[in-house]
């Protein structure tokens, strides 16, 4: 059975993400969707929050765990049993930093592979900080989110 990882803030889960998941899912055996706890960023949501709203956009994936991690990625794949990192790339411009990321975990766990997989066209400009940007200008961020993200951003 093949586990995969696709860990990141999601700060709020937009579809571009749900994009990534939903052909993640369809490779892999299991995917663990990981919530990170960095306590260095300034968090839009709260863990517990992004958690809730991953759970409730992501109801028709049947193999898909929702979890949250301290620390190094690596460590939790392997504290998971997963032999694979997931990362989504939006664009060239997000292949460089990821390249660098996925040749460091190699260095650390050279057990533990990363795979790349790229957005629909239609999502490879959304990202949550440009979401964060328009809900906090009271702009429309419908197109760019799951409707549970949508209707509890909307209300709240």
């Known amino acids: 059975m093949k586990t995969a990882i696709y860990p990141g803030s999601f700060d709020p889960i937009t579809k571009g993400h749900l994009d990534v998941l939903e052909t993640s899912a369809g490779i892999f055996d299991k995917v663990i969707i990981a919530v990170a706890r960095n306590s260095e960023k300034n968090a ?5 929050e992004r958690i809730k709203l991953i759970k409730e956009s992501v109801t ?3 193999n898909v765990e929702i979890d949250s991690f301290d620390g190094l ?3 939790y794949a392997r504290k998971k049993g997963a032999e694979i990192l997931i990362r989504g790339l939006r664009a060239v411009s997000d292949f460089e930093y990821e390249m660098q990321l996925s040749q460091t975990n190699s260095a650390l766990a050279p057990d533990i592979q990363t795979v790349f997989l790229i957005t629909k066209p239609e999502y490879n400009f959304i990202s949550s900080s440009t979401v964060r940007e328009i809900l906090n200008n009271k ?3 419908s197109k760019f989110v799951p409707d549970p993200v949508y209707k509890y951003l909307k209300n709240n």
């Open 44 to 48: 839009f949501l709260t863990v517990e």
């Open 60 to 62: 028709h994936l049947k």
């Open 73 to 75: 990625t690596i460590e």
């Open 139 to 141: 702009g429309n961020i």
